[in-house]
């Protein structure tokens, strides 16, 4: 498949782009099929140059162009503007195996919650025993210091 793509040139902290048609395999630093333009967002106002007819051909071949390419081309008025038509990515298709696995998992997943919920009640009612045996022992406490005063 051909992308279309940027390709960083310039030196350190001044970056300029040529803007290549290269296969998708391809490192963008190699060999490209073709430079149909170039962009320098440093300058201002930002230079961009486009070669239209290349730009249509490729895009007729079936070049994909990367997202920042595609505004580039949407801001030069190559490709029409508004929201790119993106196309959508098939969602993995999930085997038997593993949708018996996902299923399980989600049958532990919801053990596990029972289990905790239980386990959480269990230690409420542990530590309602515990406050109400200190209440127990502070009013037993309070009772004997009474005791002592009254004689």
Known sequence: MVRIRLRRMGKKHQPSYRIIVVDRRKDGLGNYVENIGFYNNIVNPKVL???????????????????TVRSLLQKEGVIPGGSP???????????????????????????????????TEEVKAELAKIKEKSEKKTEKKIEKKSEVKKP
């Open 49 to 67: 140059k486009i070669d239209r007819e290349r730009a249509l051909y490729w895009l007729s071949k079936g070049a994909q162009p990367t997202d």
């Open 85 to 119: 038509v993106k196309p959508k990515k098939a969602k993995p298709r999930l085997s038997k195996k593993a949708k018996a696995k996902k299923a399980k998992a989600t049958q532990a997943d919801v053990k596990t919650e029972e289990k905790v919920e239980k386990k």
